[in-house]
C-alpha cells in the first residue's frame, strides 16, 4: 500500500535551519552571504539547478556578491565545489568534527586534568550563560580550550576577553583571536596584566588628547601620528610632562608638525635625557652656548664655521623653554 501526502504545494512546506546556523555562523556571515545561503538551503530541497547568473537576478544581488558568498561558505566547510555545482554539508555532523577533533590529540592525563579543573569551568559556564543566553555552540568550548593553551589566560582573563568581544558586537571567532592575539603580544596572562594595559593605554588616550588640543588639531590623528606618540611614550619612557616642552617649542612656528616634535624628543632621547628638570638644565645651558658664540662673532666681526655647525640645532631650539 502506497501512501501519499496530499498537499506538496510550496504554500504548505517548509525549510528547516539547523540551530546550529544561528549559534555558529549567523554572527560572522554578512546578510548578503546569509541570504545566499538560505536561498541555497531552501533551493536544495526542490534539487533545482540553477546558475549564479540566476541567483544574481533571484536575491538582487551583483555577480560578484554571489560568487564572494559562495567562496565564503565553502571556505567555512559549509559547501563543498563539485564540477556540476556545490553541495550543501550537514552543519551538526560539522560541528561534532569541530568538537571532538582536538581531544584526540589530549593524553588521558591532560583530558583529567582540564575536567578537575573547577575555576575554568566555571569560567566557561559563566562566558556562555552571559554571552551565548546559556546555548553557547559545542565548537566554542574546544576554542576555548585551546586559547587557554596557547595564550595562558588566566579564567578572568579569558571573561574578559568575551566581555570586551561582546561589547563591540562582534562575538564572532576570528575577531575573538585577533583580540587574544593582541593581548597576547603585550605579555597579558593574569588580570592585573589587563588592568595595567588598560591603564596604560588610558594613559596614552590621553596624551593624544592633550597634544591635539595644545596643537589645535581638531581631526583624527593619522597612523604615522598614532606612532610617533606611541613611540615617545612606549619606545622613549616620555610623559606628557616632557613632551609639553616640546610642544611649547612650536608656538612660533606657523604650522607645527609631528615631524618637527619627533626631532625634538628623538634628540632628547639620545642624549638620554629623561626628566623635565635634566632637559630644561641641558636647553639652558644650550641657550647660554648660543648667545655666547654670537657675542663671539660680532666681537671678531667675521662669519664664524662653528655658527654653521650650530644652524640646525638652533633652529630646533629657537624658542624659549619657560
Request: proline letters at 2%; hydrophobic letters at 35%; glycine letters at 2%.
Amino acid at each position: 500500500m502506497k501512501l501519499e501526502y496530499k498537499d506538496k504545494s510550496i504554500l504548505f512546506s517548509h525549510t528547516e535551519i539547523p540551530d546550529i546556523f544561528f549559534t555558529e555562523y549567523l554572527s560572522c556571515a554578512s546578510g548578503d552571504f546569509i541570504k545566499i545561503y538560505l536561498c541555497l538551503v531552501f533551493l536544495s530541497k526542490y534539487d533545482k539547478d540553477i546558475k549564479i547568473t540566476d541567483l544574481s537576478k533571484k536575491l538582487n544581488l551583483p555577480f560578484n556578491v554571489i560568487q564572494a558568498g559562495l567562496t565564503f561558505w565553502e571556505e567555512n566547510g559549509v559547501i563543498t565545489k563539485k564540477p556540476n555545482g556545490y553541495i550543501l554539508n550537514s552543519l551538526q555532523e560539522l560541528e561534532l568534527h569541530k568538537s571532538y577533533t582536538p581531544n584526540l590529540t589530549l593524553t588521558p592525563e591532560a583530558i583529567e586534568k582540564n575536567s578537575k579543573n573547577q575555576y575554568r569551568a566555571k569560567a566557561i559556564e559563566s562566558i556562555n550563560n552571559l554571552y551565548f543566553q546559556g546555548i553557547m555552540s559545542p565548537s566554542w568550548y574546544s576554542d576555548i580550550d585551546l586559547w587557554f593553551k596557547k595564550y595562558e589566560f588566566d579564567e578572568q582573563v579569558m571573561v574578559a576577553l568575551f566581555d570586551y568581544c561582546f561589547g563591540k558586537s562582534a562575538l564572532h571567532k576570528n575577531y575573538v583571536q585577533t583580540v587574544a592575539e593582541a593581548w597576547s603580544k603585550n605579555n597579558i596572562k593574569t588580570y592585573n596584566d589587563l588592568e595595567n594595559y588598560y591603564q596604560k593605554h588610558d594613559n596614552m588616550n590621553k596624551i593624544k588628547k592633550a597634544i591635539c588640543k595644545k596643537l589645535g588639531r581638531y581631526t583624527a590623528l593619522t597612523e604615522f601620528e598614532e606612532e610617533y606618540i606611541e613611540k615617545w611614550i612606549l619606545e622613549y619612557g616620555y610623559d606628557l610632562n616632557v613632551i609639553n616642552i616640546a610642544l611649547k617649542k612650536t608656538t612660533s612656528k606657523s604650522n607645527p608638525n609631528f615631524d618637527y616634535l619627533d626631532k625634538l624628543l628623538s634628540d632628547w632621547h639620545e642624549r638620554n635625557l629623561k626628566t623635565p628638570s635634566e632637559i630644561e638644565a641641558f636647553l639652558a645651558e644650550f641657550k647660554t652656548k648660543n648667545k655666547n658664540i654670537k657675542e663671539l662673532e660680532k666681537k671678531t666681526n667675521y662669519n664664524n664655521y662653528t655658527q654653521r655647525k650650530y644652524d640646525n640645532l638652533n633652529e630646533l631650539y629657537a624658542n624659549k623653554t619657560s
